[in-house]
């Protein structure tokens, strides 16, 4: 299975619907100088959500060294590539707040 087919399957087991690639957009999130985030950030058009038409999609290496698959609609205040991530970061630095 190919890297945007991994992703589109991983998108279609919550959201229920099918994903078409658009686009693949490189996002560097820096943070009082320092890299928080780099990488590779695909973008698909959603066929038939019912609050989005479009999903940012990504996957990255965890500590223990499984791969994580992230997802984040295309839904205010998300309107790029790059506000997906940043708030997959602010998501993320919440949860592990509340751990």
Known sequence: MSHIE??????????????KYVESVHV???????????????????ENHPT???????????????KRHVTVLHVAPVDSPRSAVRAAIVQEFRSAEES
Do not use: C, M, N, S
């Open 52 to 66: 989005a038409k479009r999903i940012y999609a990504w996957a990255h290496d965890t500590d223990d060294k499984k």
């Open 28 to 46: 560097k999130e820096v943070f009082q100088g320092k890299t928080v985030w780099e990488g590779i950030v695909e973008v698909f058009d959603l």
């Open 6 to 19: 991994d992703l589109r399957a991983v998108i279609r087991r919550p959201h229920g619907v099918e994903a």
